[in-house]
């Protein structure tokens, strides 16, 4: 079947698994109600704190990447590159509340920050970051406007986002043993695959897919979520972070990889690693 488009470094052996708080609004309740967790590149977690950053200090010099793209109840990775070494990374959102401060392992300038995002945000964010030397000098802030490509969410919502250039595939199998994926995005059930990105090395600058079941028709059961490789078209490594929103719980997300040398399976139905398996409610 012929596909439809429709729309750093931090590699686990394996799989990291962390929670982060459930998604919020997007009215001014402060920076966690729409950064709802954040790892740094150990893959602790990161701890909460009310009121203003820091002011800053000192001469340190922050770099971001130009913009950024993500989805509402994604996830996304933030390489964050100093002029000095970090031992601090403080996140929050421009003009709220509130702000996350990340622990960084000694002796490195560039440290990646894992970001969770609520599942109602409006369409662009302004993430801003502030660096701590070991000499405790704070840099100013720096802003990275990203922007939100609005997706469906639901009781159930499952989204991957990744790094470069290639095309992913997100596959998920429903209690009922359907499997939605490019080429079955919608489940008798009510599931959809609504975002489907990078189709066909057609890129798109997106880097990520959905997957969701609206409010009262997730059925009840175990559902499996994998992650295909299906064609390598920038022939590089593929860091990749799958996100798994349950109604009433906290975010769950899971982070993986496939090798340069893997240079893809143009997969089908039952293609892709498992990532993780889940039981709703």
Partial sequence: ?????????????????????????????????????????????????????????????????????AIN???????????????????SIDGQSGYWEVTVPAGTAIADVLLTLAQQL???????????????????????????????TGDIQISVSWDVDNDLDLHVVDPNQFEIYYADPLSPAGGELDLDSNAACVIDGIRNENVLWPVGQAPHGTYTVRVDNYDNCAYTAANFVVTVQKKGQAAQTFMGSFDASDLGDLGDVGAGKVITSFTYP
């Fill in 122 to 152: 409006p369409p662009q964010i302004r993430i801003v970051f502030e660096v701590v030397d070991s000499a405790g000098n704070v840099s100013a802030p720096e802003t990275l406007v990203t922007t939100i490509v609005q997706v469906k």
């Fill in 73 to 91: 109840g994604g996830s996304t990775m933030i390489s964050v590159q100093s002029s000095s070494d970090i031992v601090t990374i403080y996140v």
């Fill in 1 to 69: 079947m012929n596909r439809i488009l429709t729309l750093r470094t931090l590699v686990a052996i394996g799989f990291l698994t962390f929670n982060a708080g459930c998604g919020g609004g997007d009215g001014g309740g402060g920076t966690r109600d729409r950064v709802t967790g954040v790892r740094g590149p150990d893959g602790a977690a990161a701890i909460y704190h009310d009121g203003a950053l820091p002011p800053s200090s000192g001469t340190i010099q922050v770099t971001l990447p130009d913009s950024a793209t």
